[in-house]
T-cell receptor
Framework: GESVGLHLPTLSVQEGDNSIINCAYS??????FIWYKQESGKGPQFIIDIRSNMDKRQGQRVTVLLNKTVKHLSLQIAATQPGDSAVYFC?????????????FGQGTRLTINP | GAVVSQHPSRVICKSGTSVKIECRSLDFQATTMFWYRQFPKQSLMLMATSNEGSKATYEQGVEKDKFLINHASLTLSTLTVTSAHPEDSSFYIC???????????FGSGTRLTVV
C-alpha cells in the first residue's frame, strides 16, 4: 500500500547547528505535505507545509524542500535550539487541502546536544 | 488560531469497561475530524474519519464495533472504546479539518491505560 517513510529514525545535532530531517513518500498522487513536531505526551504541532506545485518553502528557521522526481521531502531547521528536541513527522495528503486524510511517516527523534 | 480540545488527557479503566474520549473544535466548525492511535515510539495510525451527521469511515483493520465514533455536531466528535482490553492501551489523538493556513489541527491526545 501507499506509505510515507523516513530515512533516519534518530538524529543528534549540536546546539546552533542546522538539522536536516528526511522523508520518502511513495504515493505519486499526493499533492500536499506537512511537517509536524511532537513533544512527549502531546499532539502533533504544525511546523510547515508545502504543495506539490512548489519545491521549496521557508518559514521561521525552517525550510521544507520537495523533490517530486525522487519522492523526497526534507525539513531543515536552522540554528537548532534545545526547544527543537522532539519527534518530527512528515505527512502526506491527497486532494484539496483539508479534504483528505493524512498518512504519517515513521518519525525522526531529534536530540540537541549542548 | 484554531484550537482542538481533547478530553480527558489521561484515563485508566478496568478491562471490559468502556471509555469515551471527546474531541471539540473550540472556535471553528469541523465537518470532518480524524481519530488516530499512537503506540509508544511509533507513528500516528489513522483509525477513522468522522463526518458530521453521517457514519464514520474506518480504516482497514479497525473494528467499528469496538471503536464507536459519533460526530453529532459541528464541534464535537467522540470516540468510545468499548469492552477495553490491555492491548487497547495507547495514545489516542483527534484532529479537525480547519482549512486555511494549518489545514488540520490536532488535539493534545488522550493516554488510555487499560488495567
Amino acid at each position: 500500500g501507499e506509505s510515507v517513510g523516513l530515512h533516519l529514525p534518530t538524529l543528534s545535532v549540536q546546539e546552533g547547528d542546522n538539522s536536516i530531517i528526511n522523508c520518502a513518500y511513495s504515493n505519486s498522487a499526493s499533492d500536499y505535505f506537512i511537517w509536524y513536531k511532537q513533544e512527549s505526551g502531546k499532539g502533533p504541532q504544525f511546523i510547515i507545509d508545502i504543495r506539490s506545485n512548489m519545491d521549496k518553502r521557508q518559514g521561521q528557521r525552517v525550510t521544507v524542500l520537495l523533490n517530486k522526481t525522487v519522492k523526497h521531502l526534507s525539513l531543515q531547521i536552522a540554528a537548532t535550539q534545545p526547544g527543537d528536541s522532539a519527534v518530527y513527522f512528515c505527512a502526506e495528503g491527497t486532494g484539496l487541502q483539508g479534504a483528505q486524510k493524512l498518512v504519517f511517516g515513521q518519525g525522526t527523534r531529534l536530540t540537541i546536544n549542548p | 488560531g484554531a484550537v482542538v480540545s481533547q478530553h480527558p488527557s489521561r484515563v485508566i479503566c478496568k478491562s471490559g469497561t468502556s471509555v469515551k474520549i471527546e474531541c471539540r473544535s473550540l472556535d471553528f466548525q469541523a465537518t470532518t475530524m480524524f481519530w488516530y492511535r499512537q503506540f509508544p515510539k511509533q507513528s500516528l495510525m489513522l483509525m477513522a474519519t468522522s463526518n458530521e451527521g453521517s457514519k464514520a469511515t474506518y480504516e482497514q483493520g479497525v473494528e467499528k464495533d469496538k471503536f464507536l465514533i459519533n460526530h453529532a455536531s459541528l464541534t464535537l466528535s467522540t470516540l468510545t472504546v468499548t469492552s477495553a482490553h490491555p492491548e487497547d492501551s495507547s495514545f489516542y489523538i483527534c484532529s479537525a479539518v480547519t482549512g486555511g493556513q494549518y489545514g488540520y489541527t490536532f488535539g493534545s491526545g488522550t493516554r488510555l491505560t487499560v488495567v
